[in-house]
């Protein structure tokens, strides 16, 4: 019954800026952490940044300074603008959101991915 939409992904230079958007929507109770992780060919799914329902954000080591997480509450969306941008963050990127319904308690929900490719 949940469903997280991504979109902003495409095709940048390096140095270049993208923001991504996944909204949330469905039978949705609440919304604790949402997050992003981002996959690339032959490797293992890795996180990018977590936001939780308070604000508190988490940023791997590789994004740091260069990659921002936001939330809306009330769009039940979660965005993250990614500037200086390198080919290294070239990926599929991944909506994740840990989301209650009137019928469940917190269960992961994931998006379908939005491709985001840095060329050099």
């Known amino acids: 019954q949940v469903q997280l939409v991504e979109s902003g992904g495409g095709l940048v230079q390096a140095g270049g800026s993208l923001r991504l958007s996944c909204a949330a929507s469905?039978?949705?109770?609440?919304?604790?952490?949402m997050g992003w992780f981002r996959q690339a060919p032959g490797k293992q799914r890795e996180l990018v940044a977590t936001?939780?329902?308070?604000?508190?954000?988490n940023y791997a080591d590789s994004v740091k300074g260069r990659f921002t997480i936001s939330r809306d509450n009330a769009k039940n969306t979660v965005y993250l603008q990614m500037n200086s941008l390198k080919p290294d963050d070239t990926a599929v990127y991944y909506c994740?959101?840990?989301?209650?319904?009137?019928?469940?308690?917190?269960?992961?929900?994931w998006g379908q991915g939005t491709q985001v490719t840095v060329s050099s």
């Open positions: 936001i939780t329902n308070g604000g508190s954000t």
């Open positions: 469905g039978s949705i109770f609440s919304i604790n952490t």
């Open positions: 994740n959101a840990q989301v209650r319904t009137h019928f469940s308690g917190y269960i992961n929900h």
